[in-house]
């Protein structure tokens, strides 16, 4: 595989549900992010991790909670959510230390019931 | 508050015709990015500008930057149906943070 990988590629959780999305990138990235995307705002940055470690929790309620176990893989556990949180949630990859752009992943459409 | 302004945010324009995206950012960056994304799809990179007075070509599309206007321009020639699409301006603002406009959706009438 190549690129940046993203699964589940749709979810719909309750409110009361706990989940995870998963990211992977095999383009040799030590940087990776999650962006979230909604129909009313512009893509905010959620989540950095550079070089395995996190840079930027962008104001996120603590429902969101990341986790980079390697500079391959990036996680978002999901847990009590509201249904104003769903959204296309995107992860990207890059080169740490502002090298290059990003390389975004097909996004985990996500809906809360 | 770092803001990145996009305008227009909506363009319906005929084929054949030229138009520009323009890309405003309120803080000092030398670094911008332009983003494609088609509908239900995620974003692919089109353009990086990484100096002041930076132009890139690819086919009907050029982009430029400006870093003392805080100005990045996406301009369109001869536009063709295939170019419908969401365009976004990103700007690197450093520690690895990427901040993105809110987007043009752009859709060409044949």
């Known amino acids: 595989e190549t690129g940046v990988t993203q699964t589940p590629r749709h979810l719909v959780m309750g409110m009361t549900n706990k989940k995870s999305l998963k990211c992977e990138q095999h383009?040799?990235?030590?940087?990776m992010y999650w962006y979230k995307q909604s129909a009313k705002k512009p893509l905010e940055l959620m989540f950095v991790y550079s070089l395995e470690e996190r840079v930027e929790n962008n104001s996120v309620p603590s429902r969101f909670s990341p986790e980079c176990p390697n500079s391959s893989h990036l996680f978002l556990h999901l847990h009590t959510l509201q249904p104003e949180d769903s959204a296309l949630y995107l992860c990207?990859?890059?080169?740490?230390?502002?090298?290059?752009?990003?390389?975004f992943g097909e996004g985990s459409r996500l809906t809360v019931l | 508050e770092l803001k990145v302004e996009q305008n227009p945010l909506f363009l319906s324009m005929q084929e054949g015709k030229n138009y520009t995206i323009y890309c405003n950012y309120s803080?000092?960056?030398?670094?911008l990015y332009w983003y494609r994304q088609d509908p239900g799809k995620s974003l692919e990179s089109l353009f990086v500008?990484?100096?002041?007075?930076a132009v890139k070509q690819e086919g009907r599309l050029m982009a430029s930057l400006d870093t003392k206007a805080r100005l990045s321009t996406l301009h369109i020639t001869a536009a063709v149906h295939d170019l419908s699409a969401t365009y976004f301006c990103a700007v690197d603002i450093g520690d690895d943070k990427i901040i993105f406009g809110k987007g043009t959706r752009l859709h060409i009438l044949p």
């Open positions: 990207a990859s890059s080169h740490a230390r502002r090298v290059g752009e990003l390389f």
């Open positions: 383009l040799g990235h030590n940087a």
């Open positions: 500008l990484l100096s002041n007075g």
């Open positions: 803080t000092t960056s030398d670094r």
